[in-house]
């Protein structure tokens, strides 16, 4: 069985600062991660995927992502953020067993502040 | 890509009614997931389905709870009767398939009072 841990429920942090959202997952199997966003009153959109390949990956708005599988790990990153980076975000796994049927995390609000 | 359609955008109904959330998925996309979202137990998967089939519906709560699928472009989640502790929001998603690479795309939502 798949589970998915996100570490910190609120992260509060200032414009322009660093922020990185913490994300943690179990499973017996290779795995394939994701981190989604919910903007307010909307429903998740997809930020970025791990699938195979680099374990480094990025998303058109400046946030990455590395998988570390001996940390079990899919921690979520950005240098600098914006205002308009406030959101829920949500890491999510499948395998090959699970196929597109997600476990998705517990989310992490993220609110940057002026 | 008009994405994925839900409606209605909010429900407000009494307890007792009967409830139904409409979903139009992506259209070529053949696999289609109902979740439920709340505050205390954040995202849930209800049910999904593959080629307008429905695979697993394990995540349903109660019989109380119903969804079909009667062609590609169409799917309804039903809650008959309804309770207030259905409040939520109830979301649709859809994939190309059921393969693991698959990312999931999603309406906006229902959100659902029942009072």
């Known amino acids: 069985a798949q589970s998915v841990t996100q570490l910190d429920s609120q992260v509060p942090v200032f414009e322009e600062a660093p922020v990185e959202l913490r994300c943690n997952y179990s499973?017996?199997?290779?795995?394939?991660l994701f981190w989604y966003v919910q903007y307010p009153n909307q429903g998740l959109q997809l930020l970025l995927k791990?699938?195979?390949?680099?374990?480094l990956v990025e998303s058109i708005n400046g946030f990455e992502a590395e998988f570390n599988k001996s940390q079990t790990s899919f921690h979520l990153r950005k240098p600098s953020v914006h205002i308009s980076d406030t959101a829920e975000y949500f890491c999510?796994?499948?395998?090959?067993?699970?196929?597109?049927?997600?476990?998705f995390g517990e989310g992490t609000q993220l609110t940057v502040n002026p | 890509d008009a994405g994925v359609i839900q409606s209605p955008r909010h429900e407000v109904t009494e307890m007792g009614q009967e409830v139904t959330l409409r979903c139009k998925p992506i259209?070529?996309?053949?696999?289609l997931f109902w979740y439920r979202q709340t505050m205390m137990r954040g995202l849930e998967l209800l049910i999904y389905?593959?080629?307008?089939?429905?695979?697993?519906d394990s995540g349903m709560p109660e019989d109380r709870f119903s969804a079909k699928m009667p062609n590609a472009s169409f799917s309804t989640l039903k809650i008959q009767p309804s309770e207030p502790r259905d409040s939520a929001v109830y979301f649709c998603?859809?994939?190309?398939?059921?393969?693991?690479?698959?990312?999931?795309?999603f309406g906006n939502g229902t959100r659902l009072t029942v009072t």
């Open positions: 998603a859809s994939s190309l398939s059921l393969r693991s690479n698959s990312p999931l795309h």
């Open positions: 499973s017996s199997v290779s795995v394939y």
């Open positions: 791990y699938l195979s390949g680099s374990t």
């Open positions: 999510a796994v499948s395998d090959q067993t699970s196929g597109s049927r997600l476990t």
């Open positions: 259209s070529g996309h053949n696999s």
């Open positions: 389905f593959n080629n307008n089939v429905p695979i697993d």
